[in-house]
């Protein structure tokens, strides 16, 4: 017995000994190729769709051909897509509302989902958790489409910029998250000493918690820009208006039915698809998905950094 058990632990031993030289003779071995390889694939799978629409947005359409596997554009390129769309002026137009849609209602929504979220945090304030309930049972009922026409439509905002911003100002999520980061990672001792340098709780939110809690609000600040910038269903519920239209509402009634940009009574619209001669090919889809994209492409570099941050707070605890 004593023979067999040494035996096999000697052969366990020459095991990761192998397994020990291997590493050190090449560096690396069988499971790290494995996760390498791994990762790659899944990367270039993740990518070739990015780069396979701008590729097609910069090739001539009467050689781009769907579907079709491809890893260079066409030669020769083109970039008559690209003018069609940004010079055609409403893509502009739409780009342009888009973007003030986007900032106006991220910043006002984490301002008053703050606000809020800090008032909820305080446990000695009578109330607060009736606020508190009240929050939450949102996130599980609503109201319903009709009746927030109805309360829309009763506040004059159809076919307004406001009835694509205000509705969805207040939201659950960021309250939550906001809230639980009050209770839970800002000192109290903090206010204390302020209070008693005698600031007020308005200077206190404004120049403490908001500047400690911006990792967070970042996070939630970027995900409030990807929700208001991929919006296009409040523009088809409250409005009218080509000119309230944003950009993802263009790119959907490219992508999905362009003769009825063609019927469309706007005239840029028409004209756009006018100067290209037909109805929109491939290509001009793409260039459009593309200078959709880049907006918040642009952003998320700026972002990135408290955006780790912030979604790593609370999670170790000393």
């Given at each position: 017995?004593?023979?067999e058990?040494?035996?096999?632990?000697?052969?366990?031993?020459?095991?990761?000994?192998?397994?020990?030289?291997?590493?050190?003779?090449?560096?690396?071995?069988?499971?790290?190729?494995?996760?390498?390889?791994?990762?790659?694939?899944?990367?270039?799978?993740?990518?070739?769709?990015?780069?396979?629409?701008?590729?097609?947005?910069?090739s001539?359409?009467?050689?781009?051909?769907?579907?079709?596997?491809?890893i260079?554009?066409?030669?020769?390129?083109?970039?008559?897509?690209?003018?069609?769309?940004?010079?055609g002026?409403?893509?502009?137009?739409s780009?342009?509302?888009?973007?003030?849609?986007?900032?106006?209602?991220?910043?006002?929504?984490?301002?008053?989902?703050?606000?809020m979220?800090?008032?909820?945090?305080?446990k000695?304030?009578?109330?607060?958790?009736f606020?508190?309930?009240?929050?939450?049972?949102?996130?599980?009922?609503?109201?319903?489409?009709?009746?927030?026409?109805?309360l829309?439509?009763?506040?004059?905002m159809?076919?307004?910029?406001?009835?694509?911003?205000?509705?969805?100002?207040?939201?659950?999520?960021?309250f939550?998250?906001?809230?639980?980061?009050?209770?839970?990672?800002?000192?109290t001792?903090?206010?204390?000493?302020a209070?008693?340098?005698?600031?007020?709780?308005?200077?206190?939110?404004?120049r403490?918690?908001?500047?400690?809690?911006?990792?967070?609000?970042?996070?939630?600040f970027?995900?409030?820009?990807v929700?208001?910038?991929?919006?296009?269903?409040?523009?088809l519920?409250?409005c009218?208006?080509?000119?309230?239209?944003p950009?993802?509402?263009?790119?959907r009634?490219?992508?999905t039915?362009?003769?009825?940009?063609?019927?469309?009574?706007?005239k840029?619209?028409?004209?756009?698809?006018h100067?290209?001669?037909?109805?929109?090919p491939?290509?001009?889809?793409?260039?459009?998905?593309?200078?959709?994209?880049?907006?918040?492409?642009?952003?998320?570099?700026?972002?990135?950094?408290?955006?780790a941050?912030g979604?790593?707070?609370?999670?170790?605890?000393?």
């Open positions: 017995m004593l023979q058990y040494f035996s096999i632990k000697g052969g366990s031993n020459v095991k990761n000994k192998n397994y020990m030289s291997m590493k050190s003779r090449f560096g690396f071995n069988f499971f790290d190729v494995f996760v390498y390889s791994f990762c790659f694939v899944f990367a270039v799978i993740c990518f070739y769709p990015m780069w396979y629409v701008v590729i097609g947005s910069v001539n359409s009467e050689l781009f051909t769907l579907p079709k596997f491809n260079l554009p066409d030669w020769p390129i083109t970039f008559k897509y690209y003018a069609g769309v940004i010079f002026g409403i893509f502009f137009n780009l342009l509302l888009s973007i003030l849609k986007a900032l106006f209602a991220s910043v006002s929504s984490l301002i008053l989902s703050a606000s979220a800090y008032g909820v945090a305080k000695k304030v009578a109330g607060m958790k606020v508190n309930l009240y929050v939450l049972l949102t996130m599980f009922f609503g109201g319903g489409l009709i009746p927030t026409y109805l829309v439509r009763s506040l004059h159809i076919d307004t910029f406001w009835a694509l911003t205000i509705p969805s100002l207040l939201g659950a999520f960021q939550v998250i906001l809230r639980n980061y009050f209770s839970y990672s800002v000192s001792e903090l206010e204390d000493a209070l008693i340098d005698g600031a007020n709780e308005v200077l206190i939110f404004f403490i918690i908001l500047p400690l809690s911006m990792p967070t609000i970042s996070a939630l970027l995900f409030q820009c929700e208001q910038w991929n919006d296009w269903y409040s523009y519920v409250y009218n208006k080509p000119e309230l239209q950009v993802t509402w263009l790119l009634r490219v992508l039915d362009p003769a009825m940009a063609i019927k469309s009574d706007n840029d619209m028409a004209s756009m698809i100067q290209l001669g037909y109805l929109p491939a290509s001009l889809k793409m260039a459009t998905i593309v200078l959709s994209m880049v907006p918040i492409m642009i952003l998320y570099p700026f972002l990135q950094k408290n955006f941050k979604m790593l707070i609370g999670a170790v605890k000393g």
